[in-house]
């Protein structure tokens, strides 16, 4: 049985209206279907609907030296009731860990980042953070690597999603010797890769300047599930009708 609610009487439709919507999900990811069962009194109304996800996925067109594929992207919100945590500041040489100990994916909000002194993060599971304001990484800071310290061998870039809220424009500066492994997705912020940083990942971003000895690594010919960044859970996704049937019963 698919998920159902009932709506509350006053707040949808005629008064003393009744309404029972099922949900279901189809053989495509981006496209829901809604059956809708209305009465009031003796009269019975059915409306079927098939919807599509307006927004698609930032991520899945972005090719081999593309990297800089944003400018125009979907709005896009963070889920409701997220609390934002202040700055995420990573400093010294230590070790920080997100993430949830079991392995399930964890949603973050934070109003900025900031990176130095060789700090490292390792993640216990797979992180999206919503971040609401600049993002500075630099002095040999590894944002998601597999191990404590050593060769600072990196993570899987799919576990680690940068996702900067609505059409806001925030700074994000990867400098120094920092190493960033993950994706980043700001089509209305511009991105400085300098020094000797190093990003391995997908962005989509309004601008994006690469100096230096900087590099920004093309992940995606070994590392295709890259191109297939979903949604975070809980995002806010428009959705519009494909198919309408309504009809009496």
Same mark, same amino acid.
């Given at each position: 049985m698919p998920p *159902?609610?009932?709506s509350a009487p006053?707040?949808?439709g005629p008064p003393h209206a009744r309404y029972e919507v099922w949900v279901a999900d189809d053989e495509d990811p981006r496209v829901k279907l809604i059956v809708a069962l209305g009465s009031k009194n003796s009269i019975r109304r059915l409306v079927r609907l098939r919807v599509r996800q307006l927004q698609s996925n930032p991520f899945e067109n972005i090719?081999?030296?593309?990297p800089d594929a944003g400018g125009d992207g979907p709005v896009l919100n963070p889920p409701a009731g997220l609390e934002c945590l202040g700055i995420l500041h990573l400093t010294g040489n230590k070790t920080y860990y997100l993430g949830n100990p079991d392995g399930s994916p964890a949603t973050l909000c934070y109003s900025g980042i900031l990176a130095d002194?060789?700090?490292r993060l390792v993640l216990l599971s797979p992180v999206s953070l919503w971040v609401l304001g600049d993002i500075y990484l630099s002095g040999g800071s590894a944002l998601n690597v597999a191990a404590d310290g050593g060769d600072r061998v990196g993570g899987d870039p799919l576990d680690l999603l940068i996702w900067v809220p609505g059409q806001w424009?925030?700074?994000?500066d990867l400098s120094g010797n920092t190493r960033f492994h993950g994706g980043i997705y700001a089509?209305? *912020?511009a991105v400085t890769i300098a020094g000797t940083a190093d990003m391995e990942g997908a962005m989509v971003v309004g601008g994006i300047s690469v100096t230096g000895d900087a590099t920004l690594d093309e992940v995606y010919s070994y590392h295709d599930p890259m191109a297939r960044i979903p949604w975070p859970e809980g995002a806010q996704l428009d959705y519009g009708p494909v198919l309408y049937e309504s009809g009496a019963l």
């Amino acid at each position: 049985m698919p998920p *159902s609610f009932t709506s509350a009487p006053g707040l949808v439709g005629p008064p003393h209206a009744r309404y029972e919507v099922w949900v279901a999900d189809d053989e495509d990811p981006r496209v829901k279907l809604i059956v809708a069962l209305g009465s009031k009194n003796s009269i019975r109304r059915l409306v079927r609907l098939r919807v599509r996800q307006l927004q698609s996925n930032p991520f899945e067109n972005i090719l081999p030296g593309d990297p800089d594929a944003g400018g125009d992207g979907p709005v896009l919100n963070p889920p409701a009731g997220l609390e934002c945590l202040g700055i995420l500041h990573l400093t010294g040489n230590k070790t920080y860990y997100l993430g949830n100990p079991d392995g399930s994916p964890a949603t973050l909000c934070y109003s900025g980042i900031l990176a130095d002194g060789q700090a490292r993060l390792v993640l216990l599971s797979p992180v999206s953070l919503w971040v609401l304001g600049d993002i500075y990484l630099s002095g040999g800071s590894a944002l998601n690597v597999a191990a404590d310290g050593g060769d600072r061998v990196g993570g899987d870039p799919l576990d680690l999603l940068i996702w900067v809220p609505g059409q806001w424009a925030v700074e994000i500066d990867l400098s120094g010797n920092t190493r960033f492994h993950g994706g980043i997705y700001a089509p209305g *912020s511009a991105v400085t890769i300098a020094g000797t940083a190093d990003m391995e990942g997908a962005m989509v971003v309004g601008g994006i300047s690469v100096t230096g000895d900087a590099t920004l690594d093309e992940v995606y010919s070994y590392h295709d599930p890259m191109a297939r960044i979903p949604w975070p859970e809980g995002a806010q996704l428009d959705y519009g009708p494909v198919l309408y049937e309504s009809g009496a019963l």
